[in-house]
């Protein structure tokens, strides 16, 4: 059975601090797809980046890195200089592999920037 | 464009009413998607349509009934609801053409509350 841990419940920063949000998951298939999705308080969950388990480069996107590591199943997301505008609650979710992409969502990180 | 509108935005009803959810996408996508999210909790999957065919239904109690009139549009009917049914419920839509790229967006979500 497919699992996503997000062992951080909570993390508060200053503005301008940097903040990594750690996923850990497991899967036993090796055809697998990993997403961050960023929920403010308005509601909508924000699709911010998906990776498929056979690509295991890194990528940034502005203040925003994703760091990808099948060694350790994990999928970490940093932001650099966060701004008070990052506070949400942010989401880790897994989807193996099928047709109808079903999600496992972690149990989300709550970030709060302070200015 | 990647949005997904969802109305009402917020819904008040007591357990014998009856009512509808609505959710509209105008992307051309073939999946679509109803969430089921409780405070402070991760999204839960509740039905999942592909080609306007029920896919998936996640063991949901029959006071939920789903329906796919047109390939843009995905109504959630309600009746006879309990107070803990008192939920964000969230629509998604999805290309599904292919499960390597394509990535689910999320609309903002009814705020249901049942008296």
């Known amino acids: 059975a497919q699992k996503v841990t997000q062992a951080q419940t909570e993390i508060s920063v200053v503005e301008k601090e940097d903040v990594t949000l750690d996923c850990v998951y497991e899967t036993r298939d090796t055809t697998y797809y990993l997403f961050w999705y960023k929920q403010p308080p308005s509601g909508e969950l924000v699709f911010l980046i998906r990776r498929n388990s056979f690509d295991e480069q890194n990528e ?3 203040r925003y890195s994703w760091n990808f ?10 932001i650099t200089a966060s701004q008070v505008v990052d506070s949400a609650v942010y989401f880790c979710a897994l989807s193996e592999g ?13 970030l709060l920037v302070s200015p | 464009d990647t949005e997904v509108t969802q109305t009402p ?12 959810l609505k959710c509209e996408q105008h992307m051309g996508h073939r999946a679509m998607y109803w969430y089921k999210q409780k405070a402070k909790k991760p999204p839960e999957l509740m039905f999942v349509y592909s080609y306007e065919k029920l896919s998936i ?14 390939s843009s549009l995905l109504n959630l009917h309600l ?10 419920y969230l629509c998604a839509s999805r290309d599904h053409w292919t499960q390597y790229t394509d990535t689910q967006y999320f609309g903002p979500g009814t705020r249901l509350t049942v008296l």
Do not use: W, Y
């Open chain 1, 60 to 62: 940034i996107s502005g």
């Open chain 1, 69 to 78: 590591q099948k060694s350790t199943s994990s999928f970490n997301f940093t």
């Open chain 1, 98 to 110: 099928g047709g109808f992409q079903k999600l496992v969502f972690g149990t989300g990180t709550r």
């Open chain 2, 9 to 20: 935005k917020h819904l008040v009803m007591g357990m014998t009413n009856k009512k509808s």
């Open chain 2, 57 to 70: 239904n996640e063991s949901v109690p029959s006071r939920f009934s789903p329906e796919c009139p047109n």
């Open chain 2, 79 to 88: 009746h006879a609801l309990q107070p803990e049914d008192s939920a964000l």
